[in-house]
């Protein structure tokens, strides 16, 4: 029997909500698999500064130290409650960038997909999706403008300043772009590079070494774009793309569009992997505006389960099963409220009913034996 130690931070907001439900299907794969997980709470983001004064506090710290996987959950408070902590203890800069530093999780995979049997969940017209979404966005996650040097201050003529830097050095830009190359090897063999090559010298920098390193990947074809261009093409002409590789805050943006051109955030987990340790999180943030009322969708939190199972733990039969569970409960006429009006054909469903739902079909399926 295989025994993984997962540090589990639900987070703020709407994250202890679909963590309950991520960690039902967690426990079912147990059940199926020779296999035990040990689950680690541990306090990360607002709940965390708000008990230890520190978003990311040494006992967490301890926790995700020793643990095989970390399975973390949104963090984060409305506009106006972030206004209660001090900046550089709020919960990005205090704990998600120090994390993802720590561990340099310098990959992260953000799969966006809707299959044609769901494209009523999309805002796009069906003709544009066809037949279906099916992008994974790879963003670098730990250089480029949100972990460069940061200055303030007032200047010469007294007014207040702000200078941030966007640094990359080719060792960033190529470790990322060997994990996006592979990938693309793996899938349909072709690379959208998204860039700003035109005003930015990062971009130029980034467009050499991607020359570099796309010659040990002469099968893959490289399709260049500049980042806005690739932003209206995601509305316009989505299924153009498969695999899509850009620096730290491209990504960030471009992925929460690819939330919206599904349909909903709730449907965008996430990997975040380095070469120690990686780190499973929904793209999306801890939804205030929802919190505590049970309508969250848990797809991407129970997506990045799926994402863990399969990269963390070399469990992609099952990582698959957890994809099916998921579509199938779509599939059979369910949706969360993130997805559909009431009275759009669909039975509305709440976070606690699609996690057992999940959890219902998953059993239905064939046991596959653990890896
Ligand atoms: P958000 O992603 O939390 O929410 C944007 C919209 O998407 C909201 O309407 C929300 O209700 C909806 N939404 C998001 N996830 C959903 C889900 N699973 N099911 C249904 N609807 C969902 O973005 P925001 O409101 O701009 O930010 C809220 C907080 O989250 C802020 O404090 C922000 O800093 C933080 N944040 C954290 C992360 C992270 O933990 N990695 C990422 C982004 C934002």
Partial sequence: MKNYKIAVLAGDGIGPEITREAIKVLKLIEERNDVSFELMPAAFGACAYFEFGDAFP??????????????????GLSHEQSKTIPI??????????????????????????????????????????????DIIMVRELVGGLYFGSKETGINEQGLRYVKETLEYDEHQISQILHQAFKLAQKRKKVLHNIHKSNVLKSSVLWNEILDEVAKEYPEVEVIHQLVDSAATNLCLKPTQFDVMVMENMFGDILSDQGGGILGSLGLMPSACIGDEKAYYEPSHGSAPDIAGKNIANPYSMIGSVAMMLENSFDMAAEAKNVWDAMQGVFGDGYSTADLSKPGSGVTMISTEQFGDKVVEKLRQMPRVSAA
């Fill in 58 to 75: 040494q006992s967490t710290i301890d926790i995700c130290d020793q643990a095989d996987a970390i399975l973390k959950g949104p963090i």
């Fill in 88 to 133: 550089d203890k709020q919960p990005e800069r205090g704990a998600l960038l120090p994390m993802r530093r720590r561990y340099n999780t310098y990959a992260n995979f953000r799969p966006v997909f809707l299959p044609k049997a769901l494209a009523h969940f999309s805002p796009l017209k069906p003709e544009i999706i066809g037949e279906g979404i």
